[in-house]
């Protein structure tokens, strides 16, 4: 179901209108993963302005050329024909106002002309560049662009003006697709798609998360397949890539481990993480302040909940045993929201500290642990304060809450992070009895209706 509304993006649409003003010529390039709202973004840019907006196809380079002749002809009422390249030339010559050229998925332009980059940065240099053209190159092909097109060696490295990866939505950004939601029920439902605007408007907000549940995991449904066509479409090796995600949604969060299971060469695995945290699909991590041990972890959820529900399942999904399917899924998804919880408060850490409730400033941000001892989130202004934090995705009282943060206080003396003042945090999903606890200055204690009244009133 779309919606009609235009939902964050403002940071972006700042910097690009901003360019705009100027009236030199300018290169923007915008890439990120299918499905991100690259799109949707660029088209809300275009508005208002006299624009070209061309989505390339896989065609041979004579059939693109001929698409954007027509698209060119449609919205200058001009004859104008020809390469590419030639047609930009002419619209700054044809054009006395100042002109927005759009060419999506820009890597198929390229694939089918393979010189198209070196001709791009000439006419650059010799005519474009002193024109009043804006030229955005966008696409979701992430490693051509971060590697072919934004890389050193690249024809118009230096060319750009400004460039933009594209990346999900925020947590709190997804509140303005289901303003009846309660805080916890958009948890559950970040839990499960993420923040990637397409997979968000598949969501009914009319529906409980358990209906969404469910019409997720039946074949078919949009979202059911999606993760399996977004590696099919940017990977060479899916089964490689399937394994690797599996093991890590399993819990097996060391590179050497993941290769194993993986059946690949512990040398080369890194070659494989970084094309999935190009697509951010996963990142790898240290405990705050040291550089060993390593570990694998997801940061987009709905490959989180994909790999570790819907692949699992499948075979059960795929003969209707979808009944049997969700029991499982309820049965266990309080431990799936434990970790997801986890790296939540991670990401809300800044917009805490922006609401003056987490004291330390934010320089450093991070997970800690070593052996068995683990802490889910440390806020470091190294020399003057660290902030040490627990999550509870799970109901406590006072005296629960007393006893996590005496062991949390007991577990930051071995991180070798303390600094001379330090600050203890409890963000659990219900806390009891608020009353009768007994805290300091150093000390403090959440739960998600205070989580709720902090960043969303």
């Not at 890389?151 to 400004?162: A, D, L, N, T, V």
């Not at 289901?178 to 529906?207: C, H, M, N, Q, R």
């Not at 099919?232 to 690797?244: C, K, S």
């Not at 570790?308 to 998804?333: C, H, N, P, Q, W």
């Amino acid at each position: 179901m779309k919606r009609k509304d235009f939902i964050n993006r403002n940071r972006e649409l700042a910097s690009l209108n901003k360019l705009w003003s100027d009236k030199d010529f300018s290169l923007v390039i915008v890439y990120g993963r299918r499905r991100v709202g690259k799109t949707r973004l660029l088209l809300e840019f275009s508005k208002g302005k006299k624009s070209i907006y061309y989505i390339s196809v896989e065609a041979p380079y004579e059939i693109i050329c001929s698409e954007f002749s027509d698209r060119t002809k449609d919205v200058l009422n001009l004859p104008i024909s020809g390469d590419i390249i030639d047609i930009l030339d002419a619209i700054t010559k044809l054009s006395k106002e100042k002109m927005l050229v759009i060419l999506d998925e820009f890597q198929y332009i390229v694939d089918s002309d393979p010189s198209f980059p070196s001709r791009l940065q000439r006419a650059i240099d010799e005519k474009l560049g002193y024109s009043k053209l804006m030229l955005v190159l966008c696409g979701s092909a992430v490693s051509f662009f971060e590697r072919k097109l934004l890389g050193y060696k690249s024809p118009i490295f230096g060319r750009r003006e400004m460039s933009i990866k594209l990346k999900p939505l925020s947590f709190l950004d997804i509140s303005g697709f289901f303003p009846g939601y309660s805080i916890e029920d958009l948890i559950k439902i970040y839990s499960i798609v993420g923040g990637t605007p397409a997979y968000l408007e598949k969501i009914d907000p009319e529906a409980s998360v358990v209906d969404n549940i469910r019409s997720i995991i039946i074949p078919g449904s949009y979202l059911y397949d999606e993760a399996l066509n977004i590696l099919r479409q940017e990977v060479r090796e899916p089964r490689v890539y399937f394994t690797i995600l599996r093991s890590v949604a399993e819990g097996h969060t060391s590179p050497s481990e993941v290769a194993n299971i993986a059946k690949v060469d512990t040398r080369s695995i890194n070659r494989y993480l970084w094309l999935l945290e190009d697509l951010d699909i996963v990142r790898r991590i240290r405990p705050l302040g040291f550089k060993k041990p390593v570990r694998i972890v997801f940061v987009d959820n709905y490959f989180r909940f994909w790999f570790t529900y819907v692949y699992k399942l499948r075979s059960m999904l795929e003969v209707g045993y979808i009944d049997e399917a969700y029991k499982y899924i309820k049965d266990t998804f309080n431990q799936y929201l434990s970790r997801v919880f986890e790296d939540l408060i991670i990401e809300i850490v800044p917009h805490l500290y922006n609401k003056r409730i987490i004291r330390t400033r934010p320089v450093e941000i991070g997970k800690w642990w070593y052996k068995d001892i683990e802490i889910d989130g440390i806020v470091r202004e190294p020399g003057k304060s660290t902030t040490f934090i627990e999550g509870k995705w799970r109901e406590i009282n006072a005296e629960d809450a007393m006893r996590i943060l005496r062991d949390l206080e007991m577990k930051s003396a071995k991180t070798g992070l303390t600094s001379p003042v330090n600050y203890f945090v409890l963000i659990a999903k219900i806390v009891r009895n608020k009353n009768e606890l007994q805290l300091d200055e150093n000390r403090l204690v959440l739960d998600l209706r205070d989580i709720e009244n902090i960043l969303f009133h």
